[in-house]
Nanobody
């Protein structure tokens, strides 16, 4: 059974930091991504990492503030979020893909349950 288990969400003040983790069980993946969905908005891609190498993708809104990384031995992907802004408030989801097809939602096969991030001003 495939499971993606997220952790690390919570509350932070603007300018603060949080680190999200996503551990994958029962699935061999080549791409991992983080997406987010704010109330009343569509889900959007935040960052993607290609596990076979060092290629990464970031949404313009998080470039320079967020960093995606991985520990393949632990089947875990991280999202370090620095200089948080109130507009980063959203439910954050990790997603896995066996084949790296792209950076959009449709390119991923399995999803975690989500972890809430709330940033106050």
């Amino acid at each position: 059974q495939v499971q993606l288990v997220e952790s690390g969400g919570g509350s932070a003040q603007a300018g603060g930091s949080l680190r999200l983790s996503c551990q994958v069980f029962g699935y061999t993946y080549n791409c991992m991504g983080w997406f987010r969905q704010a109330p009343g908005k569509e889900r959007e891609g935040v960052a993607v990492i290609y596990t076979g190498g060092s290629n990464t993708y970031y949404a313009d809104s998080v470039k320079g503030r967020f960093t995606i990384s991985q520990n393949n031995a632990k089947s875990t992907v991280y999202l370090q979020m620095n200089s948080l802004k109130p507009e980063d408030t959203a439910m954050y989801y990790c997603a896995a893909a066996r084949h790296c097809r792209g950076n959009s939602e449709a390119d991923f096969d399995f999803w975690g349950q989500g972890t809430q991030v709330t940033v106050s001003s």
